[in-house]
């Protein structure tokens, strides 16, 4: 007979960290349900993590390494190898590049799923200084660079990104998110709907900024539909109207704000009716969310994709968070806080090093660097543009620029031309069937998991670890970073990964010892020796969480955190809501917060400038999520594809008239990059002169091996978005408000 066992573990899939409960006979997964004692998500699952195992399960899952034979994807056989001989053709392939050609013909991609993993957030460090290139990319210029760079102007620390305290609101003003099928996005919160049926119970109201009448927007108070594009304007008209109605409540933030003269000046030009002119936002409705924002004690505006991906990206993120600023609402109880998680350490305001832009140019378009990074965007000039510098070879790691990048089918030309392509990916995809080698990290039920980037953003203080449940034969993911590295580094294929293990954590301890000053003149090794975790990622889990906020500071705190306290809270802990944290989250170098850097102030120059264009009668492509699909990934679960056709194109009734096509037709959707052919959605769900395609569809090209996505492909709606349309200050790309065609085909 087999056994049964219960175990309890985080969901790794998206934002909302739900616990699940999942249920194995011997080594299989008979159920996975939410866990109702979760402190966080108290029960609440969603399909996909409701089918999480299915991923474990999937007969396409890669379970061995790859090496492609053959010059193309489209005539290429694949033959399984063994992790020794798949790291030999690494070095083989990679080494010759390196030496020959340089460091810069290197890059690297970071896809999306790193920010879910232990080792996609530990281990791309050593990777990358291992490799010295500054040929950096990842998915954050396809998604919330914008932010990143308006929280460094502002807050001197791009990672302190303020997140809304749903739970203790009572207005919630949320443009361009869709949480009802996303479930939240710099918003960590499992249950999102919950906590607005709560809000609402409470007397609050939510009203959503949407193109669309999505989900979301079905269940707020109020749906406001806007142009794609315009949300820097709409938000600068309710800064406008703040200063106009001396609505200007500083409160307690007001000692530690810079810059408010400065920015009363930069909205001066935005006048409600001169911005329902570009947003078609009435202006009454402009004026009246300003004051029921202004008025409400406990209120808050929260911006996502659709006020990033978009070309005023920046200025939009910026604006979200000056308005809160104005309005009272930052760093106090039911406005925009900043978590401080477990494994996160107060600022002790000692070395505020403020925040740089653009410390080197891209070579080719001379794009500035942010964070470390180029755009994506750039990623296939990069590679096609010959010249000293050219990257030869590229490294992807868990991402499918191929299918989530803009002009994705000049990007897929591009990776036929490298000396060398390594993915970790463990799947055959539009993008890894470029790739020479192909090595595969574990199932989500194979490793450890907790969450450094999400309880960063989550809207209570909260931590949970969860352990493996199924044992993995062969390298971690950790384990085929840190051979990577080794490689990159000449220290050869066959080098033992510890080294990299040890010197991360030594690095990491080292780090915090320095901090601290609780700890200061203890010898690293000496506390290394203490570690109760075994696993690499695992002890640097416990050295964070032991010198963070709540920790045991290596027994100087004796009822703080320590490892086997958190391995045995198997439903998480509960730190308790958010907390106020200035100053001492401000990272400027002035102190304060800084309302209206120069950076911002230029930019706004565009911003004005936009404000005299006329709105043209043209239709504008938008982008859209689905509660059963996850970017480009998850499309090979049966249990999640099922059902009616969701790789569909919306358009509003009188546009699809005005065009002669009709619900169930094919559409031919053409944009300056490319055109493609979809079935028509006809809905007035969009707003006139807007249409919708969902991303991260496409599948079935020759070389892949995803049978079920192959066999309902769908469609790639980055054919339509433009690698040359960028925010320039975050080099974010413009995947919203993209100008198209619509014709019957
Ligand atoms: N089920 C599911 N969940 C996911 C994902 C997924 O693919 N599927 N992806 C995950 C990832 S990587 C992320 S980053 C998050 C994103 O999470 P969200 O930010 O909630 O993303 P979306 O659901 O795409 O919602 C964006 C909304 O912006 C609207 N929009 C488009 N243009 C504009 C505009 O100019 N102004 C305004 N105000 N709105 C506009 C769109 O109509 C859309 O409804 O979701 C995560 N969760
Ligand atoms: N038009 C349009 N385009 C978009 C967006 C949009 O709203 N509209 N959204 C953008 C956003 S927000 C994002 S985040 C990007 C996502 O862009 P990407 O990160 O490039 O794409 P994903 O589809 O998330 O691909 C994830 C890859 O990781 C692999 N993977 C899954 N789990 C693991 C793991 O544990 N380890 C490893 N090594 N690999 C793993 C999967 O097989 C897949 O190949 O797409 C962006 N593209
Ligand atoms: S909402 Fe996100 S975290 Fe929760 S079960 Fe679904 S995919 Fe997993
Ligand atoms: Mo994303």
Known sequence: MTTTSIHHRTCPLCEAVCGLEITLQGRNVVRIAGDREDVFS???????????????????????????RGANPEDASWEEVSWEAAFAEVERRLLPVLEQQGREAVALYLGNPNAHTLAGQLYPRPLIKALATPNIFSASTVDQMPKHVACGLLFGDPAAIPVPDLDRTDFLLLLGA????????????????GRMAALRARGGRFVVIDPRRTRSAEHADEHVPIRPGTDAHLLLALIHVVFEESLLALGRLAPWLNGVEQVRELARPFSPEAVARVSGVPAETIRRLARELAKTERAVVYGRIGTHTVEFGTLAAWAVDVLNALTGHLDTEGGAMWPLPAHGQRGTGAKRAGFVLGRRRSRVRGYPEVRGEFPVAALAEELETPGKGQPRALITIAGNPVLSTPDSARLDRALRQLDCMVSVDPYRNETTRHAHVILPPPSALERSHYDLAFYQLSVRNVAKWSAAILEHRGPSEADILAKLALIAAGQGAAADPASVHSALQ????????????????????????????????DRIVEILIRTGAYGDHFGVVPEGLTFSGLRAATHGIDFGPLQARVPEVLQTKSGSIELSPPAIVEDMARL?????????????????????????WMHNVPQLVKGPERCTLHIHPDDAAARGVADGATARVAGRTGALLVPVQVTDSVMRGVVCLPHGWGHGASGTKQDVAGERPGINSNILTDSERLDPLSGNAVLNGIPVTVELA
């Open 608 to 632: 004005s400038r936009s404000l005299g264009a006329e709105a043209g009668d043209g239709l504008l492509l938008v982008g859209r999520r689905d509660l059963r699909s996850n970017n480009s």
């Open 506 to 537: 030594h690095a990491t301890l080292a780090r915090s010892i320095a901090a601290i000053p609780a700890l200061s003149g203890r010898a690293v090794e000496e506390l290394l020796a203490q570690l109760e975790a075994v696993d690499p990622t």
């Open 42 to 68: 108290r029960g609440f699952i969603c399909p996909k993590g409701a089918t999480l195992h299915r991923l474990h399960e999937d007969r396409d899952r890669l379970r061995a390494p790859l090496i492609r």
């Open 178 to 193: 869709n949480p009802w099928e996303s479930n939240g996005s710099l918003c960590t919160a499992p249950d999102f709907p």
